[in-house]
């Protein structure tokens, strides 16, 4: 024991500060699993962050290739209103691990009434189709995004959803989704599922969602307004008594753009 601390002097590390983290760390971890143990984690295979090597070499080439289309498209666009929404499509998730198929149907819903041509899932249906277990739908499953297949298998030609990652909120991520937001919303008129992840050390959290633990959570953004700086969304934890906090979620609210991808910062979204 005296050996590794001497170790760590000379490496630069402090012992007793190394030790304290790494106590702190294991007891909040500890903490959030006894108080919330199935909204902790609904990713078991990456229980703390994604990372863009989840996602496919095809997964991310098609996220990029749209990200160019849109660029070219707004150049020859017509101007991109300061505000535009959705139809409101909210549901109380049916238990406490169905936010990604509740995010999925209410998806699902906005792209029937926009497009037309479009199998409408119930929560249940969607949890099947995208493999959701009691640990809640995985972001990635190794080889792509379950969600955005979910979302092409059922939504007519024309439509394709693609998974981005965001690694941290970024001043080119907070951009990116700025755009992304505006271009689906008010030129494609397609929803944007995105899957926030939330810590006690985060600076931001959705509307009404506890700040003193981790929350993994699919939700639907279905507008923007300010020109794109501000992100409107519809919760499925608003209503769903599975939930111990529900009562506290609002069904529809909004957060800054800036706000909205730190919270989705280590996961990300479909659009």
Known sequence: MRGAMRDM????????IWIAAAALVATLTETARSEHPRVINNDPAHPTA??????????RRADDAKFRAIVRAKRTAA??????YLIATQEPQWNVFY???AAVTASLRQ?????????????????RALGTTRDGTVWSDGTGSPVARVMN?????????????????????VDKLRRVVRFDIALDRHPIIADAFQAPNSRYHLTGHPTNRIIFHWFNIRGYSEGGNRIHYQDSVAGASSV??????????????????????GRGYVW
């Open 153 to 173: 298998r059922h939504t007519p030609t024309g439509v394709h959803y693609v998974a981005h990652f965001v690694p941290a909120a970024t001043p080119a991520e």
């Open 9 to 16: 002097r000379r490496r630069g590390r402090h012992p007793v």
């Open 79 to 84: 101007v991109v209103p300061w505000q535009r």
């Open 244 to 265: 111990t906090w529900h009562a506290s979620v609002p069904r529809y609210s909004s957060r800054s753009t800036v706000a909205m991808t730190s919270i989705v910062a």
């Open 50 to 59: 994604a990372r863009a090597a989840d996602l496919s070499p095809a997964m």
């Open 99 to 101: 936010c990604g198929p």
């Open 111 to 127: 792209v029937a009434y926009h497009h037309g041509r479009t199998v409408v899932l119930n929560q249940r249906q969607a949890a």
